[in-house]
């Protein structure tokens, strides 16, 4: 079973009825022993960095998200719960993240409207087996006003914003995340999380 967080922070039913529609057996949970068992984690989000943190830490579910991360355990990160897998955010203030990818996130660096919102092409950068079914050039739905500046090692696939390269997806080891929302990015989403759900075998 994959387990979607549910650390009061994002649209967690949305989630769940995109792992459905990508045929993936997913319930949402902030059960601890629950989410230890788990084939893999998905950690959604919607609104700051700060707020993220601060709701993971009243929950008591870090270090819990730490030691699945230690066994292997496949997590991805969406939207927010993406940008909290790096190492700080500086969004409201300078906050800690989880630390499993290199790097921060700040605001996106553009002459266009903030926030970035809409329909963007997806550019590969890295191979990974979350492009299994993708080809470049694909749209996806993005709604953010910070980015992750990264090592490319770690990105995936990035989309342009004008004068703005934006991590769109980034991986390290068990560890992967979407800054777009796949969950609503109709079929190439559903082909992402259909990638996804091969990758854990459930």
Not at 77 to 86: A, E, N, P, S
Request: net charge neutral; charged share 25%.
């Amino acid at each position: 079973m994959v387990i979607i967080i549910d650390y009061h922070v994002g649209n967690l039913k949305s989630v769940l009825n995109g792992c459905r529609r990508a045929g993936i057996k997913a319930q949402i949970s902030s059960d601890k022993d629950t989410i230890r068992n788990a084939k893999a984690l998905i950690l959604p989000g919607v609104g700051t960095f700060k707020a993220a943190m601060e709701h993971l830490k009243e929950t008591d579910l870090i270090d819990t998200i730490k030691e699945c991360k230690e066994k292997g355990t496949p997590i991805l990160g969406i939207c927010l719960g993406m940008q909290i897998l790096f190492e700080e955010g500086n969004e409201v203030s300078q906050t800690k993240g989880l630390g499993f990818l290199s790097g921060q996130v700040a605001p996106i660096q553009c002459t266009l409207k903030i926030p970035h919102m809409g329909w963007n092409e997806l550019y590969f950068e890295n191979e990974h087996p979350l492009l299994k079914y993708l080809s470049e050039k694909e749209d996806v739905y993005f709604v953010h006003s910070f980015q992750a500046y990264c090592p490319t090692e770690e990105v995936v696939a990035y989309a342009r914003y004008k004068e703005a390269y934006i991590p769109a997806i980034v991986a390290k080891e068990n560890v992967m995340g979407c800054q777009f929302h796949p969950e609503k990015s109709g079929e190439t989403g559903k082909k992402i999380l259909k990638a996804f759900k091969e990758m854990i075998a459930c």
